[in-house]
């Protein structure tokens, strides 16, 4: 594909080749950080491990889904979706059939309602665990990346995600933002956060990663990725930098291809390496592979999460790194392409994995390793080792100290005043201003008061934000305007095209909520036809920068990364002229008619 050839030349040539080590920073003497050295006690640890049963053994690697606001008493539905895909009704009997050493937590799954049931939930899980033999405690995890993916809603504190910061530049913020993502996460009995995204996106058609990426500088990334794992650290949670060896340059999703990324191995090094081994210096509790094929790193051509080249060549032995080693979802088909849902979790342990997350068929997938290792295809003394990582970081989390969370005081962290205000001002600092033609922006409340708002309305990330059409409204309303909004979707059909066209006559100026605009898509249409009718158009790309690249007849345009209500609010300060814009491209946008020419570079970005 030509975006990414120009896109590697353009990086290579424009970026440091390697990222500076970062250190581990002393943390607050009241958390408890991952990792502290002096809290693992592998010789007790060691006996924990030789009084399990195979069994035992076996379960202490799968990370699995569950159904249910609640541990043992979830609504009908949910146990039936339990014994339909599990075999069992509640988390509780989960934790008891299978003995899996944790659960992961999804909105879909009816895991996370509200901050006071999520705690609740968490608290139910740990004491199924602990009123069993041996009472190993659970790591409970979840996806809350911010931005474009985050599991857990309002009313916790929903911050800008990785681009957004990217877009900032700030250390300080990424930082900040890691530890009051942690704080609530902490606070709601979540003790391990799949992030932050170390994958540099260095190709603007990548379907999957995109702004979950910090940007397309490895150099830049690296340092924010260290930033977040600092952050989230001292807040105690346990961090998974994702997706190794880097996921950012593809044109397929994993979830439902296997993609295969052409970097030889020298562009690897340059590219895709320095954010993890950043990961690594920062003190990252674990790193979660990729379903990618990098056929330089291993000419087998085997996804990378079942490479023993790579995870255990390149991760464990190259890069150093002996901490936890999970799987990305074990039901992508990127994963399950090649091999069987019973031969995968067995590969993945012998490429050097640790733990095996949410495989579709959790019985299927657990007696495929019990019988590897009863047929000696594994070893007991490999299962002992992932085994023992895992028990270490539940330690160093001091999960088996105490792995209760107060429920009473949930509220006095999760989306508290001072957060909220943080995530603000974190905002406000991200939106990015790309073109302003004749200084149209900041718009003025007297000469432009009329506005009409039209757009997408794009399901939120949390699913419980937005839409964003109305936000924006809704924000610019506060700030002294007097607005009118249509929505137009993603794909406005000609009908409604006309409809806006219509609306916009007489209006001080129209607002473009775009959303991931292609070569074919109808917002060019919609953008085009309001630029005809003479009234000042702005558009505003809610997902990914490119936008603009496609967009004929903008008088301004910004970027804002996502389209939570925090960034959608920022973005309507900068039109009013309340804040300064500030951010800066993370990534490089190409020109739409000739892609071998960079519109705008990164680091581009206007102020006023």
Do not use: C
């Not at 006996?47 to 699995?64: A, D, H, N, P, Y």
């Not at 909105?107 to 199924?128: D, Y």
């Not at 993890?276 to 990729?290: C, E, K, P």
């Not at 299927?364 to 590897?372: E, G, S």
């Amino acid at each position: 594909m030509q975006d990414r050839s120009l896109s590697r030349r353009t990086l290579l040539s424009a970026t440091a080749v390697a990222a500076a080590a970062v250190s581990a920073t002393a943390l607050p003497a009241h958390a408890r950080p991952y990792p502290a050295p002096a809290v693992a006690r592998p010789g007790r640890l060691r006996r924990i491990v030789s009084r399990m049963t195979l069994e035992e053994k076996v379960g202490q690697l799968f990370v699995m889904r569950v159904y249910g606001h609640s541990a043992t008493a979830p609504d009908r539905a949910d146990i039936d979706a339990n014994l339909a895909e599990i075999g069992v009704r509640t988390a509780a009997e989960l934790i008891a059939k299978y003995h899996v050493g944790g659960i992961i937590y999804f909105s879909w799954a009816h895991n996370t309602r509200n901050p006071r049931q999520i705690a609740a939930l968490s608290n139910g899980i740990q004491r199924a665990a602990r009123d069993r033999p041996g009472a190993v405690p659970m790591l409970i995890a979840t996806d809350q990346e911010h931005g474009a993916v985050a599991r857990v809603g309002k009313p916790a504190t929903l911050l800008p995600g990785a681009m957004a910061l990217g877009a900032s530049r700030s250390p300080a913020d990424a930082r900040e933002a890691a530890r009051i993502a942690g704080a609530e996460l902490a606070a709601m009995g979540i003790n391990q956060n799949y992030a932050p995204d170390a994958d540099v996106n260095v190709n603007p058609a990548n379907p999957v990663i995109g702004v979950r990426s910090f940007g397309a500088d490895p150099a830049a990334v690296a340092g924010l990725v260290a930033e977040q794992i600092k952050g989230y650290r001292s807040a105690g949670i346990a961090t998974t930098a994702k997706h190794f060896p880097g996921h950012g340059d593809t044109t397929d999703d994993s979830h439902y291809a296997l993609p295969t990324i052409h970097h030889t191995r020298a562009q690897w090094t340059a590219l895709d390496a320095p954010p993890f081994r950043a990961a690594i210096a920062a003190g990252t509790a674990s790193i979660m592979t990729a379903h990618i094929v990098v056929p330089s790193l291993d000419p087998s051509e085997d996804p990378a999460t079942l490479s023993r080249p790579i995870v255990t060549g390149i991760l464990r032995e190259q890069l150093g790194y002996d901490g936890v080693v999970i799987t990305d979802a074990l039901d992508m088909k990127g994963v399950r392409e090649k091999y069987g849902d019973d031969r995968v979790p067995v590969l993945a342990l012998k490429a050097g994995v640790d733990q095996l997350l949410n495989p579709p068929n959790l019985r299927l997938a657990r007696d495929a390793v019990l019988a590897a290792v009863r047929g000696g295809e594994l070893s007991v003394r490999r299962i002992e080792e992932s085994v023992l990582r895992v028990l270490t970081l539940k330690e160093r989390l001091g999960l088996f100290r105490d792995p209760y969370v107060p429920v009473a005081e949930v509220s006095r962290t999760v989306g508290s005043r001072a957060h909220l205000a943080a995530a603000d001002r974190i905002a406000d600092a991200t939106t990015t201003l790309l073109v302003n033609e004749g200084g149209l922006l900041p718009l003025n409340r007297n000469r432009e008061r009329d506005l009409l708002v039209v757009g997408a309305d794009v399901a939120s990330p949390s699913g419980t934000t937005g839409p964003p059409v109305s936000v924006l409204a809704g924000a610019l309303t506060e700030l002294g305007f007097t607005t009118t909004t249509q929505v137009t979707g993603t794909a406005p059909a000609q009908a409604l095209i006309d409809a806006a066209v219509t609306a916009a006559r007489g209006k001080g100026a129209v607002i473009v909520a775009t959303y991931n605009v292609s070569a074919s898509s109808a917002q060019r249409t919609l953008v085009r036809a309001l630029a005809e009718t003479g009234v000042p158009v702005v558009t505003v790309a809610l997902r990914n920068p490119y936008d603009i690249a496609q967009l004929s007849g903008v008088r301004a345009s910004l970027a804002t990364y996502s389209w939570t209500d925090v960034e959608v609010r920022a973005a309507a300060r900068v039109i009013a002229g309340q804040v300064r814009p500030r951010g800066r491209l993370p990534v490089p946008v190409q020109r739409a008619d000739d892609p071998a020419r960079v519109l705008y570079p990164i680091g581009h970005g206007l102020t006023y």
